[in-house]
């Protein structure tokens, strides 16, 4: 294959990851949205596994494209798997140092963007959730099935614990004693504006960051997440 055919099958294969990871963000809102109470825990697994996956691909794709536009190559498999690996906080803080850089900083936008990505405590708390499963959890009971002695929390325990920031701690208190199904309820509108949120700061990139005609040729995939206004955050529906 020569130099040309590869860097073609490179594009094509970016692309490719491009749609997958966007197809898991939205699937997996999609399955946040039916979490309710004494939801069957297979649900927590599936948004669990949609969102931790399409963030990690949102975040290398975002890399992928960053490296081909300065240096002319992608990046190596060994760098994807081995350096970033699965961890989405490591991703994330690589995404901003190549990424939130003048002129792009000189937006308001993107220092909005920037602040949200790199001090909300909230955003912090999700990812960390998103990134122990995609790191530990994945395969929690496959694992017991070698090793019964192993031990990990149950992602549900973790995931109240995003949502007891969410909330508050007294809103979530008197809501988990009073009204178990509209503590779901509100906490669920809240993360998925974060999440819809954390979405629209990486598709921003594509269009607005120094990421080439590659990332700009990506406006229609990305377009229903870099225009969604403050306003609509946590309201859109998503099909599971």
Partial sequence: MSNAQ???????????????????????????????????????????????????RLLKILICLHEFETTGVFP?????????????????????????????????????????????????SILSA????????RYM?????????LGREWPKQRWEEVERIALSDGVFFQLLQ????????????????YIERFTRALTRLFVFGNLGDLARSQYALITEFVHLDDNELGHRMYEA
């Fill in 141 to 149: 009971f496959m694992n017991k099935i070698s090793e019964p002695g």
């Fill in 76 to 124: 190596s498999r060994r760098f994807l798997q081995h350096t970033m690996r699965h961890d989405l906080l490591t991703l994330r803080d690589e995404v901003v140092r190549r990424c939130f850089v003048p002129p792009y900083l000189d937006r308001n936008f993107a220092q909005d963007d920037y602040r949200f990505l790199t001090n909300d405590p909230l955003l912090e």
């Fill in 130 to 137: 998103f990134n122990d499963f995609a790191n530990q959890d």
């Fill in 6 to 56: 590869a860097l073609i099958q490179q594009k094509i294969a970016l692309i490719q990851e491009a749609e997958i990871a966007l197809y898991s963000i939205e699937s997996g809102l999609g399955h946040l949205a039916k979490n309710r109470p004494y939801a069957p825990k297979p649900y927590y697994f599936a948004w669990f596994i949609l969102l931790s996956t399409g963030f990690e």
């Fill in 178 to 193: 009073d009204d178990y199904q509209e503590l779901v309820r509100q906490a669920n509108h809240i993360t998925q504006a």
